[in-house]
Every structure is written in C-alpha cells, then in structure tokens.
T-cell receptor
Framework: QKEVEQNSGPLSVPEGAIASLNCTYS??????FFWYRQYSGKSPELIMF??SNGDKEDGRFTAQLNKASQYVSLLIRDSQPSDSATYLC????????????WGLGTSLAVNP | KAGVTQTPRYLIKTRGQQVTLSCSPI?????VSWYQQTPGQGLQFLFE???????NKGNFPGRFSGRQFSNSRSEMNVSTLELGDSALYLC???????????FGPGTRLLVL
C-alpha cells in the first residue's frame, strides 16, 4: 500500500527559528509533491509544490525534494506564531490511478 | 476569483438518515475531489469527478456516492448514516492538467 509518513509532532520551535518538517513516501514513481497548511478548524491551504529534485523557495518557505531517498521536506525560516498549524504532505502516486496520498500531518507550535 | 464553496457548513443528523452535501468549484476548474477528515485518520480520499464522470474512487462503502453536474458543481450523498460518519467533509477543485487542489471550507457533519 502506498504511504506517506510524517512525524505527528508536536514540533515546537521558538519564534525566529527555522522549522523543519519532513515527509517520506513509499511510491518510488511519485513525481509531484505538495505541502499544505491547516489551521485548527479550517481547511487545508496550499503552501507550495515541488516536482524536481533539489530546493524550491517561496518567501520564508523552502521545499526540498530527494527522490533517491524518497523524502520531501519543508523549511520555514524566521518562524512566526502565526505559522502554528498542522502541515500536511501530499504525494501524487504514479501510474494510471493518479490520486494524492496524504500524510497525517505534523503539528507545529511556534512559541513567542 | 471566488474560492471553492461548500454548503451547508454544519449539519446534525441522526443514525439511519441520509445527507447530501454540495460543492461549487473555482470557476474554470472541472475536477472536484471529496475527502473525509477525522482526527485519527487524517484526510481520506472519497472520489474525484471530472467532466461529470467519476475518475477515481477511494475505499469507502457504497453508502457514499457522488455526482457532478455540467457546470462542474458536485454533490456527495451519504445514506444510512452511522456514528462513524461524523467528520469534516472537504471538497477540493483543481485546474485542468494539474493536481494542485484548492479546498473549500468544509462541511462539518455530526451524526447522533
């Protein structure tokens, strides 16, 4: 069964620090990877996606993809209390039956 | 552009009843996916519709069904409700040719 795994946390970081969130996946053929943020009681919102090995930066967020090791990570620089949320990793599985496989999410708490 | 909308936002039903939830995608998006989210199980994929056809289906019993109309609006129906159906039901739409999903606010269903 194709899986996406994330540490449930909570991950606690001080304000201004770098938060590092990790996600591993089992389907070696996966090609598209997404990070979503979900505040308590709200729906997930897209942060960014990445397709190619390496880093992709968008403001304070950097996604890192390593297909050989089958992991994708999200770095949040200069973490703010408003970044406190659950971060969901989603991976598009390969093959004809294409659908997103979701991790259970990592809870992040940024302490002032 | 207006975002994904879902109605109703909250619903209370009793066991054995049925329920219909509605989703209007972002204008121009033809793909609509439905998810069930519970604290312990995370985001569970229900089904995806594209141009009025079910393109993909998750592992839910036949009590869960859906459809999509020619204007891309979608409905999902749950018959013979069970206590375990209490969850947040999320709808997401995607632009054609991408797997990036944009979520609506969700419908919170409580089955008593």
């Amino acid at each position: 069964q194709k899986e996406v795994e994330q540490n449930s946390g909570p991950l606690s970081v001080p304000e201004g620090a770098i938060a590092s969130l990790n996600c591993t996946y089992s389907d070696r053929g996966s090609q598209s990877f997404f990070w979503y943020r979900q505040y308590s009681g709200k729906s997930p919102e897209l942060i960014m996606f990445i397709y190619s090995n390496g880093d992709k930066e968008d403001g304070r967020f950097t996604a890192q993809l390593n297909k050989a090791s089958q992991y994708v990570s999200l770095l949040i620089r200069d973490s703010q209390p408003s970044d406190s949320a659950t971060y969901l990793c989603a991976v598009l599985n390969a093959g004809n039956n294409r659908k997103l496989i979701w991790g259970l999410g990592t809870s992040l708490a940024v302490n002032p | 552009k207006a975002g994904v909308t879902q109605t109703p936002r909250y619903l209370i039903k009793t066991r054995g009843q049925q329920v219909t939830l509605s989703c209007s995608p972002i204008s121009g998006h033809r793909s609509v996916s439905w998810y069930q989210q519970t604290p312990g199980q995370g985001l569970q994929f229900l089904f995806e519709y594209f141009s009025e056809t079910q393109r993909n289906k998750g592992n839910f019993p036949g009590r869960f069904s859906g459809r999509q109309f020619s204007n891309s609006r979608s409905e999902m129906n749950v018959s013979t409700l069970e206590l375990g159906d209490s969850a947040l039901y999320l709808c997401a739409s995607s632009p054609t040719g991408t797997e990036t999903q944009y979520f609506g606010p969700g419908t919170r269903l409580l089955v008593l």
